[in-house]
T-cell receptor
Framework: DAGVIQSPRHEVTEMGQEVTLRCKPISGHNSLFWYRQTMMRGLELLIYFNNNVPIDDSGMPEDRFSAKMPNASFSTLKIQPSEPRDSAVYFC??????????FGSGTRLTVV | QQQVKQSPQSLIVQKGGISIINCAYENTAFDYFPWYQQFPGKGPALLIAIRPDVSEKKEGRFTISFNKSAKQFSLHIMDSQPGDSATYFCAASLYNNAGNMLTFGGGTRLMVKP
């Protein structure tokens, strides 16, 4: 298995632009999570899906952030418009009970 | 509200020494406690995990000790090696098939000196 696949690995964009991060979970996993990691705030859960349904999006910073999971093999996290304070590493992870999470390698986002 | 508190934030250990990282949780409903290891430029990777029905779990040089009454658990790395230098995260969650929403500690940056 190729693991959780995230794209792009790096993204540099200008403030105000739309950014879309992509994630392909491990086949058969039924839960998917989006995390943001910064030095100041550590790992923050943004949103998670169970069986493609959003369960908890209380961690989404504001309306500029949105996430979708149209099917079991694909999810997106969109930021529109992006701001410099959104600069972080964004991780996608998937899991299947009773096993733990598998994280992707992350997308390093820089908003200038 | 930070539900999982991790200490220390950073740790320096000599090669061959024992590294100890501690975590405390608040939610007594948590029943799954994993540790993750993260190398620079990589995502966190599951290292070892424990359920509260046991007080200790060992896998190679890595041991989790769990104290349910104190709501604390710790990671011990025996015979620490330079290759163990990484950031370690403890976490806690409910353990069910509705989606295990992990709450992570703040992380400990471990450096093992040769």
């Amino acid at each position: 298995d190729a693991g959780v696949i995230q794209s792009p690995r790096h993204e540099v964009t200008e403030m105000g632009q739309e950014v879309t991060l992509r994630c392909k979970p491990i086949s058969g996993h039924n839960s998917l999570f989006w995390y943001r990691q910064t030095m100041m705030r550590g790992l923050e859960l943004l949103i998670y899906f169970n069986n493609n349904v959003p369960i908890d999006d209380s961690g989404m910073p504001e309306d500029r952030f949105s996430a979708k999971m149209p099917n079991a093999s694909f999810s997106t996290l969109k930021i529109q418009p992006s701001e410099p304070r959104d600069s972080a590493v964004y991780f996608c992870a998937s899991s299947l009970y009773p096993y733990g999470y598998t994280f992707g390698s992350g997308t390093r986002l820089t908003v200038v | 509200q930070q539900q999982v508190k991790q200490s220390p934030q950073s740790l320096i250990v000599q090669k061959g020494g024992i590294s100890i990282i501690n975590c405390a949780y608040e939610n007594t409903a948590f029943d799954y406690f994993p540790w993750y290891q993260q190398f620079p430029g990589k995502g966190p990777a599951l290292l070892i995990a424990i359920r509260p029905d046991v007080s200790e779990k060992k896998e190679g040089r890595f041991t989790i000790s769990f104290n349910k009454s104190a709501k604390q658990f710790s990671l011990h790395i025996m015979d620490s090696q330079p290759g163990d230098s990484a950031t370690y995260f403890c976490a806690a969650s409910l353990y069910n098939n509705a989606g295990n929403m992990l709450t992570f500690g703040g992380g400990t940056r471990l450096m093992v000196k040769p």
